[in-house]
Nanobody, 118 residues
Framework: QVQLVESGGGLVQAGGSLKLSCAASGRTSSTYTMGWFRQAPGKEREFVASSNRVGVTYYADSVKGRFTISRDNAKNTMYLQMNSLKPDDTAVYYC????????????WGQGTQVTVSS
């Protein structure tokens, strides 16, 4: 089992920045691909970004150039630096780990709210 705990969400004005963190614990968590998903009110959960254990990253087109995913395997922690935030980025952001696809993962965090005001 892998436990994931997100932090760093909050309220920010459009154009601002936030950095999310995801602390992982449990069996071999540092070997897993990890990623971020988000779900806005009334919408399906969507893929945001992922990073495998050697740092190969993927991003959704909607966040490319604005968001950066990174991980510190020694600390079993993953980050999402979000810059130039837009109101459309408002959502609950979820940390995920394991066999990630564009819509699923083995393990999920509880989510952290990000609200971008216009």
């Amino acid at each position: 089992q892998v436990q994931l705990v997100e932090s760093g969400g909050g309220l920010v004005q459009a154009g601002g920045s936030l950095k999310l963190s995801c602390a992982a614990s449990g069996r071999t968590s540092s070997t897993y691909t990890m990623g971020w998903f988000r779900q806005a009110p009334g919408k399906e959960r969507e893929f945001v970004a992922s990073s495998n254990r050697v740092g190969v990253t993927y991003y959704a087109d909607s966040v490319k150039g604005r968001f950066t995913i990174s991980r510190d395997n020694a600390k079993n922690t993953m980050y999402l630096q979000m810059n130039s935030l837009k109101p459309d980025d408002t959502a609950v952001y979820y940390c995920a780990a394991g066999a990630l696809t564009m819509s699923s993962a083995n393990y999920w965090g509880q989510g952290t709210q990000v609200t971008v005001s216009s």
